[in-house]
């Protein structure tokens, strides 16, 4: 195995009865990179998703999360909120998946959830409001102070998650999962649905978060002004296999690429 | 104003006539009368045109009114003075008037034995109502079985007060953890289910708890019950005239003997419980746990996907709900003096999801007034006799039309964002 490779996906086969949604695909995600997994639509790219945060189990495959302390976890085995938990691998959603009746700032203080349950001596310390719980509080909401800073929400902190438009929710999932303090973040499509204004202003969220935290982004994308500006790797897939792997021009010249995509340029592709 | 729709309230009036006449028929138009010789089979069709001319009327009236009432209702009556969901500084308030008048109550001149008893039956209610708020309100899992801990815990007081001579104060805890233990035990074989299929399999739980109470003739006593139930007593002291070998409530006290002590102090005991469980609630909500609860109600898949383990915190929730009706359980019992599983039919876990639904889903001031409106108000009008219980489903249609989300639904964030103390927010938290 590379030593920098933090994510290492090794012929992952799931099988829904007689259909293939991934068929031996094996491919690796740097920390510090961030990598794309691109596809025609029904490529399997969600699927792979599902199986690396453990809500589906692979039939086949290896998937392991190097951590920064030097720990292998193998995720095929894990319990799906083992993986957030222990793994720290987080990850957003197609649809998205916020709590839409509790305020953006629930939804982040909800992500430090282990945190702060240590934090409360599993709620017993908390209930009497020991003055280290409320030290643990404090750092939770200056942490979720400074994400809603980020992702321009701060005036809105207070509002039901569910009442602000489709943008602001992408960008508050994102922050969500970035409060679990992940080695890896994994986002389903995080700029569907986006106007180019707001996807250009996600593609510098990503840079910022690579550069500031460190981390390995994997993200499956259709819209290539995402995937190619901020790419530092990508891989391709289509019926369940890898077809291209490598750097963002590399991929736009391959052959193979641009049969999958029907003949149309990367540039273009069919959504 | 627009033009009312003759033709349509003619139609609609005329379609439901037809509908009563149908439905008249057999049950008013035919009538059996007893006479010397038998049986006989009177018919009296003119009822049945009264009937149908009624429903005709009505209807017609019903929907012009509605035609001509309806721009009016949508501006002003939507937002009832009292019930428009105030503002947490307004729902503060209105908590805090309620306690003083609660803990008032017994002081005032009006106040007698009979309207105490139901005030306390009613606190039972608001406490029920509060526990099973933690796990309908605020975990979202539909529970319709939530009798049966009430039942474990009047059961457990009673059991272990009768073998081993233990005090209410003893049990009290004991009756708790029992109830506890057996919110985890229901909890576990129903983690997987989500709505409807948990809400069947939690009520197929309180029916075998209470057959099991029926049947286990050798603990429980059976049909007949447990009676004789040891009576509270002011820690230690009996609510007696006298009781040899012991000092009773008025000696300690001084003052002269009466049954109203006990009423009076039952009441506060009751208020006291059903205050814990209010406070114990408010607190949860603003943990971690009380977070996780709501957020698991909103989507367990994204809870699962931040690292929240959705056994423990479902367990979590089941097991202190369970606790809180454990405590009200004793209580029950210490009261009443008499269990039997009579007690502790479906109807009253029916009546407790009503509160709690009708209350507005997680509101703890939505759920006294759910409480008042379907245990105080049939009990006060008890002369109406079975009337009444067709004014109780009456006021929750009435309250579904009007409030579908229950009295007091609007939601207030667990914490606000406090302002900021530090000078720049951009600096990343270390």
């Known amino acids: 195995m590379m030593t920098d490779s933090l994510l290492c996906v ?20 740097k920390k510090n990179q961030i990598t794309a997994i691109i596809g025609p639509n029904g490529a399997g790219k969600t699927t792979v998703f599902n199986c690396l945060t453990g809500f589906y189990k692979p039939n086949v495959g290896k998937i392991s999360l190097t951590s920064p302390s030097g720990r292998i976890f193998l995720l095929e085995r894990m319990e799906g909120f083992r993986i957030a938990k222990e793994a720290r691998l ?59 800073n980020k992702i321009g929400l701060l005036d809105y902190a207070d509002q039901p998650a569910g009442s602000l438009p489709y943008g602001s929710q992408r960008r508050l999932e994102i922050a969500r999962a970035m409060c679990t303090d992940p080695v890896l973040l994994c986002l389903d499509e995080p700029a569907a649905g986006l106007n180019p204004k707001e996807s250009y202003d996600l593609n510098g969220l990503l840079l910022d978060i690579r550069s500031e935290f460190q981390i390995g982004i994997l993200l499956i994308e259709h819209d290539m002004s995402v995937v190619m500006n901020i790419s530092d790797h990508v891989v391709v897939l289509d019926h369940g296999a890898r077809i291209a792997e490598g750097s963002p021009t590399a991929v736009q010249a391959d052959p193979a690429v641009i049969h999958a995509y029907l003949g149309t340029a990367p540039e273009e592709p069919t959504c | 104003m ?63 009114a509605g035609q001509i009432l309806a721009p009016l209702f949508k501006a002003k009556l939507s937002l009832p003075f009292l019930l428009a969901a105030p503002p947490g500084r307004l729902r503060n308030i209105a908590g805090w008037t309620m306690v003083v008048l609660a ?3 017994p002081l005032t001149p009006f106040t007698d034995r009979n309207l105490l008893d139901k005030a306390t039956l009613l606190l039972i209610y608001v406490m029920l109502g509060w526990g099973l708020n933690i796990v309908v309100g605020l975990a979202g899992l539909l529970d319709l079985g939530y009798v049966a801990f009430y039942a474990v815990g009047a059961y457990s007081y009673a059991l272990l007060s009768q073998n081993f001579g233990l005090s209410f104060w003893l049990c009290l805890p004991f ?46 006593n059976g049909p007949v019950g447990i009676s004789g139930i040891q009576r509270p007593s002011f ?50 909500r ?7 609860w709501e957020a698991l109600r909103e989507d367990e898949t994204a809870c699962r996907s931040l690292g929240i383990d959705p056994t423990k915190t479902k367990l979590s929730a089941f097991a202190l709900g369970a606790m809180f009706a454990g405590f009200a359980g004793s209580f029950f019992a210490t009261r009443q003096g008499f ?55 009456g006021a929750m249609v009435l309250i579904m039309l009007w409030r579908p989300r229950g009295l007091l639904a609007n939601r207030e964030p667990t914490l606000r964002l406090p302002p900021l103390a530090a000078e720049n927010p951009g600096e990343r938290p270390k």
């Open chain 1, 90 to 148: 987080a990850r957003t959603f197609q649809n998205i998946r916020l709590f839409t009746g509790m305020s953006v700032l629930e939804n982040l203080m909800v992500a430090q959830h282990n945190l702060l349950m240590r934090a409360s001596l599993y709620s017993l310390a908390g209930l009497f409001g020991s003055s280290s719980f409320r030290r643990a509080e404090q750092r939770a909401l200056e942490l979720a102070r400074y994400w809603l």
């Open chain 2, 339 to 393: 269990i039997s599983p009579e007690s502790f039919t479906f109807i009253e876990s029916a009546i407790i999801l009503a509160i709690v639904v009708l209350g507005g889903m997680g509101s703890q001031i939505g759920i006294v007034l759910a409480a008042i409106l379907l245990v105080g108000l049939p009990e006060w009008f008890r002369e109406l006799q079975q009337y009444r219980m067709l004014a109780f489903g």
């Open chain 2, 103 to 105: 803990i008032g109550l």
């Open chain 2, 235 to 284: 820690f230690g002291l009996p609510f007696l005239a006298s009781q040899p070998g012991h000092t009773t409530f008025h000696e300690f006290f001084g003052i002269p003997f009466s049954t109203e002590h006990r009423i009076y102090f039952l009441y506060y005991l009751i208020l006291a419980l059903a205050l814990t469980t209010n406070i114990f609630t408010h607190r949860i």
């Open chain 2, 2 to 64: 627009r033009d009312l729709r003759l033709t349509t309230a003619f139609r609609d009036a005329t379609a439901a006539a037809l509908l009563a006449a149908l439905l008249a028929l057999p049950m008013l138009g035919f009538q059996l009368t007893g006479t010397a010789q038998g049986l006989t089979l009177d018919t009296r069709f003119p009822w049945v045109g009264y009937a149908a001319l009624t429903v005709f009327c009505g209807r017609l009236a019903l929907s012009l």
């Open chain 2, 286 to 292: 603003r943990l971690p746990i009380g977070r996780a």
């Open chain 1, 10 to 29: 090794e012929h992952l086969t799931m099988r829904f009865g007689g259909l293939s949604a991934i068929n031996d695909l094996s491919f690796h995600a």
């Open chain 2, 175 to 220: 009756a708790g953890a029992l109830a506890a233990s057996f919110g985890i035990l229901l909890g576990f074989p129903v983690l997987r289910l989500r709505g409807d299929y948990l809400a069947i399999v939690t009520l197929g739980f309180g029916e075998i708890v209470r057959v099991i109470l029926l049947n286990w003739q050798d603990v429980t």
